[in-house]
């Protein structure tokens, strides 16, 4: 996801880095999926946002710049109820690590 929150809420410049290299060719957005969808002549059945990493692996690349904090950190800040309630607030704004969409063939 283009909108990630590391990239546009915290603009952290060390996942900047890291995420925009040769192998993540493609990052998109709600916006561009949907651009991309017509452009296809494809309808968007649906866009979902995922947040696979966890607070403490935000909070990690904010304090250390690099990945890993749900591994150092996780134990103490990522309870099921943090957790659940951090993806639904990045959701929410569409800032999430993962973007699902699933395209159909207009008939």
Known sequence: NANDALLTIYKNLPFSEFTYWSCHLFLYTEHTLKILAKQCGLNVDFIKYIQRYPLSNHLYWLSNGKPGGD?????????????????????????????????????
């Open 71 to 107: 591994k150092e950190w996780g134990s103490f800040i990522d309870s099921t109820e943090l957790t659940n309630a951090y993806e639904a607030q990045l959701s929410s704004i569409g800032a999430t690590d993962t973007i699902i969409c699933q395209f159909s063939i207009i008939k």
